[in-house]
């Protein structure tokens, strides 16, 4: 089956930097990447996702980029604030007909204003 | 509209009891899938299903676990014979399959734990 390593575990950031976390999966037939955002005490949520079709995607600060030889994606966190402190995961699945996700292990972001 | 829903949001439940969980997803959504969160990890995948039909059981871990949904919108999971291990997060998520989107909703999840 499907293996999703994340690294790293923690990223503590300075307000205003940049954060990027980075994603390996080993299954060459995953074709759907989505990262979701987790608060403390929340549910996860959707930010951004990435298929394989696609190299990069951009959502105003944040972006995910895709390299399908390697099996590696990253997600690109620009002008940290203070709200984006949260777990983050990655996730990958085969897609259409077959959308189960397997995640990553997390990781911890923490902005320091 | 509504996002999903579960319900309990807490159970606390004896070694050797069943329990069943409640899944609400968001109307229309055509799968539904059941995860489990453990404190500090990622949701790991139990079960899913597109209308009535359970697709992949995969991840149910033993034979004590086991999901419907017989009309293809309430999703129960059910575990008999509960165990301490059992004890984490359940969380449901539900997906449209019109258009191109293959985002998951979460919901708030049903924190069990087993004494």
């Known amino acids: 089956g499907e293996n999703v390593e994340q690294h790293p575990s923690t990223l503590s950031v300075q307000e205003g930097d940049s954060a990027v976390i980075k994603c390996t999966y080993s299954d060459s037939a995953s074709n759907y990447f989505p990262w979701y955002k987790q608060e403390l005490g929340k549910r996860p949520q959707l930010i951004i996702d990435?298929?394989?079709?696609?190299g990069e995607k951009k959502d105003q600060r944040i972006a995910v980029t895709l390299n399908k030889t390697a099996k590696h994606f990253s997600l690109h966190i620009t002008e940290t604030q203070p709200e984006d402190s949260a777990v983050y995961f990655c996730?990958?699945?085969?897609?259409?007909?077959?959308?189960?996700?397997?995640f990553g292990t997390g990781t911890r972001l923490t902005i320091i204003p | 509209g509504a996002g999903v829903s579960q319900s309990p949001r807490y159970k606390v439940t004896k070694r050797g009891q069943d329990v069943a969980l409640r899944c609400d997803p968001i109307s229309g959504h055509v799968s539904l899938y059941w995860y489990r969160q453990a404190l500090g990890q990622g949701p790991e995948f139990l079960t899913y299903?597109?209308?009535?039909?359970?697709?992949?059981k995969s991840g149910l871990p033993n034979d004590r676990f086991s999901a419907e949904r017989p009309e293809g919108s309430i999703s129960t999971l059910t575990i008999q014979r509960t165990e301490q291990r059992d004890s984490a997060m359940y969380r449901c998520a539900s997906s449209s399959q019109t258009g191109a989107s293959y985002e998951q909703y979460f919901g708030p999840g049903t924190r069990l734990t087993v004494t």
């Open positions: 299903f597109n209308y009535e039909a359970q697709q992949d």
């Open positions: 990435i298929r394989s079709n696609v």
């Open positions: 996730a990958a699945s085969r897609g259409s007909g077959n959308e189960k996700l397997t």
